[in-house]
């Protein structure tokens, strides 16, 4: 019964949204939605460790200053996030300038 139910241990369509139930933690959202989410908290033990989750973790009001992203970082973002693994001179070229070395030593 116990592995059963950790099978279905997941948000559904029929869920509301994250942003919903962080609503619903901080009591912003309309009397409707709100009946609507604690009806479904009763059948939804998923929803209800969330929204457990919030409660531990409550929403602070924090300024962030945003910097920018120094140059060999964004570098080897791009080259991660073209899919570009198959040419490594880049990597190469962002390891040596960063730590000295090349990435076969870098691997092992």
């Known amino acids: 019964m116990f592995l059963i139910k950790m099978i279905n241990f997941c948000k559904?369509?029929?869920?509301?949204?994250?942003?919903?139930?962080l609503g619903f933690q901080n009591?912003?959202?309309?009397?409707?939605?709100?009946?609507?989410?604690?009806?479904?908290?009763?059948?939804?033990?998923?929803?209800?460790a969330e929204v457990e989750l919030y409660s531990q973790?409550?929403?602070i009001e924090e300024r962030v200053s945003i910097?920018?992203?120094?140059?060999p970082l964004f570098e080897l973002a791009q080259f991660l996030l073209s899919?570009?693994?198959?040419?490594?001179?880049l990597l190469d070229k962002l390891l040596i300038e960063d730590n000295g070395l090349k990435l076969k030593e870098a691997c092992g």
């Open 12 to 21: 559904n369509s029929e869920c509301p949204s994250s942003q919903d139930l």
């Open 57 to 59: 973790f409550p929403e």
């Open 67 to 71: 910097s920018e992203i120094p140059a």
């Open 27 to 48: 009591k912003e959202l309309a009397p409707q939605i709100e009946a609507f989410i604690l009806e479904h908290l009763e059948l939804c033990d998923f929803c209800g």
């Open 83 to 89: 899919n570009g693994h198959k040419d490594r001179s």
